[in-house]
């Protein structure tokens, strides 16, 4: 099951825009029955269906767990609980004992985007082995 506070369509959007692929593209790769206006409004949906979700991935060349599991909120707020402030005056509500470390969130946003990097270089290298081939 998908955290909740992940947008699905906010993340197809993110990883389309980061592969260059507009959604003219997209809706090309996806079939007949799609066009720009249908990947829009997509990319719009909190929760995308697990047929379509599948089919996007694989258009995208992106495992469905890079869409159901990227979390950009999680990497900006670890940013903004752990960015040091020179010269500046704190805000009363700035937490300085957290309950947590903030390396090992760092840590774990790193390795998250580590693994999602690693998944695309993958799928980037089986495509150009296919094109390869296809010569």
């Given at each position: 099951?998908?955290?909740?506070?992940?947008?699905?369509?906010?993340?197809?959007?993110?990883?389309?825009?980061?592969?260059?692929?507009?959604?003219?593209?997209?809706?090309?790769?996806?079939?007949?029955?799609?066009?720009?206006?249908?990947?829009?409004l997509l990319e719009q949906?909190?929760?995308?269906?697990?047929?379509?979700?599948?089919?996007?991935?694989?258009?995208?060349?992106?495992?469905?767990?890079?869409?159901?599991?990227?979390?950009?909120?999680?990497?900006?707020?670890?940013?903004?609980?752990?960015?040091?402030?020179?010269?500046?005056e704190q805000p009363a509500?700035?937490?300085?004992?957290?309950?947590?470390?903030?390396?090992?969130?760092?840590?774990?946003?790193?390795?998250?985007?580590?693994?999602?990097?690693?998944?695309?270089?993958?799928?980037?290298?089986?495509?150009?082995?296919?094109?390869?081939?296809?010569?």
């Amino acid at each position: 099951m998908t955290d909740m506070r992940i947008h699905e369509g906010r993340n197809v959007k993110r990883f389309r825009e980061m592969l260059g692929i507009k959604q003219e593209a997209l809706a090309a790769e996806l079939g007949t029955d799609w066009n720009q206006k249908k990947i829009s409004l997509l990319e719009q949906r909190e929760r995308i269906d697990a047929p379509i979700l599948d089919q996007v991935s694989k258009a995208l060349k992106i495992p469905v767990e890079a869409i159901q599991k990227f979390d950009e909120e999680k990497v900006v707020n670890i940013i903004s609980n752990t960015a040091s402030f020179d010269n500046c005056e704190q805000p009363a509500f700035f937490n300085f004992y957290p309950t947590f470390n903030p390396l090992d969130k760092l840590v774990e946003a790193y390795e998250e985007i580590r693994r999602l990097n690693e998944a695309l270089l993958r799928e980037k290298d089986e495509r150009i082995k296919i094109l390869e081939t296809k010569r």
